[in-house]
């Protein structure tokens, strides 16, 4: 099975779903040098002419970065959607890019370190963000000699709304062998494959701004001393007993990624709660504040605030008041 999904499509998306799927497959057989000529004219439509959402970019580069002068946020948030822009064309690439290709462009150092966890029957959640082009780490398995049957290889994602571009990008993720898993299947799925005695590897982006309800942990980050964080991962580590591994991403020059394994513990029940969710979020702010324009500042990060948490919350039973919002 290539991904778990619970839509099922209706005759007329499954015609859309094709459609788009050999339009994304039919450009994808363009040379990269071509696909980043494309990239060039879409960043001057993206940013000039429909300035998609640079109001929200520059808000979160000023709240970041307020020691940095104007030019300096100003030139951060151009480089961004230049690489937003190709962050585009190289997800499209992805749908029939080779795996050959794949591996001299997103690279992995460290490989000793999962290869070894793997062979002793150990299973990893693997913590990164929207840094880089995250869709491409979906090509992690060409890189662990292990046999596919034998271990468990998956990313967490949030459906997306539109039936039919969800299940898009589920094909192009699959390609290089990773399982697509929605967030709610997550704790099922994982739990399945240890009670198959079978170790697995999953990847969790966790740098998006959690709901109201799930909000359990506030944490600096980026400047922001109280920023809310899902703390999923570091509750299935420890449920789970799974080692916590941080993905140091880096991009070397246009179309070049390195990603960098770092061991967080083998033990994650020696941890107090929420120290692990709030080391990953200290790792994260390290790998951005390298390079800012390669995370993605589109996301309205801080539109929930802990003054307005207080706010809505009761404090005698614990609940949240949404309808003061």
Request: aromatic share 14%; proline share 5%.
């Amino acid at each position: 099975m290539a991904f778990y999904e619970i839509r099922t499509l209706t005759r007329w998306q499954t015609f859309r779903l094709n459609i788009l799927h050999g339009l994304f497959f039919l450009l994808s057989l363009l040379p990269l040098c071509f696909l980043y000529l494309l990239s060039d004219l879409c960043f001057i439509l993206l940013y000039s002419v429909v300035r998609y959402r640079r109001k929200i970019v520059r808000q979160n580069l000023l709240s970041a970065f307020p020691e940095k002068t104007d030019k300096e946020r100003r030139l951060i948030e151009i480089r961004f959607y230049r690489w937003l822009c190709d962050y585009f064309v190289e997800t499209v690439k992805l749908t029939s890019m080779s795996k050959r290709t794949m591996k001299k462009r997103m690279r992995f150092e460290n490989n000793e370190l999962i290869q070894q966890l793997l062979d002793e029957g150990k299973s990893i959640v693997l913590m990164l963000g929207h840094y880089g082009n995250w869709e491409w780490i979906s090509s992690i398995p060409l890189h662990i000699h292990k046999n596919p049957s034998e271990w468990g290889r998956y990313q967490i994602y949030h459906p997306i709304e539109n039936a039919v571009l969800n299940k898009l990008f589920l094909r192009i993720r699959g390609r290089m062998g990773v399982q697509s898993v929605p967030m709610n299947e997550t704790l099922r799925v994982l739990m399945h494959t240890k009670q198959e005695g079978k170790p697995s590897m999953t990847g969790f982006i966790a740098d998006q701004a959690p709901r109201w309800l799930d909000i359990r942990l506030w944490a600096p980050f980026l400047n922001h001393p109280e920023t809310p964080f899902f703390i999923g991962p570091e509750r299935i580590a420890k449920k789970l007993d799974f080692t916590m591994v941080y993905l140091d991403v880096q991009c070397e020059r246009r179309g070049y990624y390195v990603a960098t394994y770092r061991l967080m513990t083998e033990q994650p029940k020696d941890y107090k709660d929420y120290e692990l969710t709030e080391w990953y979020a200290r790792l994260l702010d390290e790998t951005i504040r390298r390079k800012p324009e390669y995370w993605l500042w589109t996301h309205n990060r801080w539109k929930r605030t802990k003054q307005l948490y207080d706010k809505i919350l009761d404090p005698e039973t614990g609940k949240l008041h949404l309808e003061l919002l």
